[in-house]
């Protein structure tokens, strides 16, 4: 069974860096469309950003884009999302989540973390 493990999410100032990690069980990315959402306490869950299967293709929001970076290793199985110039808006539970299909909408993922914390103090 697929399972999505976050790590990194933790209590930092704004404008710091963090990194989260998204580690995935077997040869997950290679085949999977992963994406970055976000949800902060009584809001929806919004995208932060995606990777394509193949790599070639990322996406990001408008609210952090060139802030945040996403990448991956595929060699250990993780997705990263580098945030960098945190605000205090940044603060949510982030999740990391995958697809067969080549889309980075909510509705289309197959699997899913169960989440970090990020809280961004200003």
């Known amino acids: 069974q697929v399972q999505l493990v976050e790590s990194g999410g933790g209590v930092v100032q704004a404008g710091d860096s963090l990194r989260l990690s998204c580690e995935a069980s077997?040869?997950?990315?290679?085949?999977?469309?992963m994406t970055w959402f976000r949800q902060a306490p009584g809001k929806e869950r919004e995208i932060v950003g995606g990777?394509?299967?193949?790599?070639?293709?990322?996406f990001y929001a408008d609210t952090v884009k060139g802030r945040f970076i996403i990448s991956r290793d595929i060699n250990k199985n993780t997705m990263y999302l580098q945030m960098n110039s945190l605000k205090s808006e940044d603060s949510a539970r982030y999740y990391c989540?995958?697809?067969?299909?080549?889309?980075?909408?909510?509705?289309?993922?197959?699997?899913w973390g169960k989440g970090t914390l990020v809280t961004v103090s200003s």
């Open positions: 989540a995958g697809t067969t299909r080549s889309t980075f909408a909510t509705s289309d993922m197959h699997y």
């Open positions: 077997g040869s997950f990315l290679w085949s999977h469309t």
């Open positions: 990777i394509s299967w193949s790599g070639g293709t990322t």
